[in-house]
């Protein structure tokens, strides 16, 4: 068990349609990373937050959003789906931002949009 | 980008050593090699991860070469539950912030 939690496992949506996916950090951890997964892509880095503030963006859509909230919980919001979102979205989290502090990642959420 | 350099798979047999090469010729002077794994759809799993000199911890131990080029993860006891894409990744500094960027990994299979 890496710490992270992730909610829901499973979301089962249609297209047009806007969800919510929600990540907890390993305690004491400030930085928050989104990554997603599909069949023919590979793991791609999608935004990082540290202690709140946005810190690095990656292929992340204009359709997808992200926040971390004072709690330092994190959560992605994708809108106006289509069947290319269909993914698995990782949240991981690190205690610091050097090049010493290992990401740890939660099992993710699976995301199919029907 | 400091890319890696995989195999795409390797075999292994039950209880003996996995030794996974990588490739980082383009390394720079303060990023860290990692190692990842990832068993079918989990999240992926930190093994462990080094700068200069060689790593051990309950998991595995990370070899990296003198002029930090090339490293080697070894799983010194492979077990069933070692099947898994293990990534290689040269942590990357873009714009003063760093990230993970994963590739392909190379698909251990560890065999009775």
């Known amino acids: 068990d890496s710490g992270v939690t992730q909610t829901p496992k499973h979301l089962i949506t249609a297209t047009g349609q806007r969800v919510t996916l929600r990540c907890s950090p390993r305690?004491?951890?400030?930085?928050v990373y989104w990554y997603q997964q599909s069949l023919d892509q590979g793991l791609q880095f999608l935004i990082q937050?540290?202690?709140?503030?946005?810190?690095a963006k990656g292929n992340i859509l204009e359709r997808f959003s992200a926040q971390q909230f004072p709690d330092l919980h994190s959560e992605l919001n994708l809108s106006s789906l289509e069947l290319g979102d269909s993914a698995l979205y990782f949240c991981?989290?690190?205690?610091?931002?050097?090049?010493?502090?290992?990401?740890?990642f939660g099992n993710g959420t699976r995301l199919t949009v029907t | 980008d400091a890319k890696t350099t995989q195999p795409t798979s390797m075999d292994c047999a039950e209880g003996r050593a996995a030794n996974l090469p990588c490739n980082h010729s383009t390394i720079s002077g303060n990023e860290y090699v990692y190692w990842y794994r990832q068993i079918h759809s989990q999240g992926p799993q930190y093994i462990i991860h080094?700068?200069?000199n060689n790593e051990t911890n309950e998991m595995a131990s990370l070899i990296i070469t003198e002029d930090r080029k090339s490293s080697t993860l070894i799983l010194p006891h492979a077990t069933l539950r070692d099947t898994a894409v293990y990534y290689c990744i040269v942590r990357v500094e873009a714009g003063g912030y760093n990230k993970l960027i994963f590739g392909a990994g190379t698909r251990l299979a560890v065999h009775p």
């Open positions: 991981a989290s690190s205690a610091g931002l050097g090049y010493n502090s290992p990401l740890h």
């Open positions: 305690s004491g951890d400030l930085s």
């Open positions: 080094g700068l200069k």
């Open positions: 937050y540290y202690n709140g503030e946005e810190r």
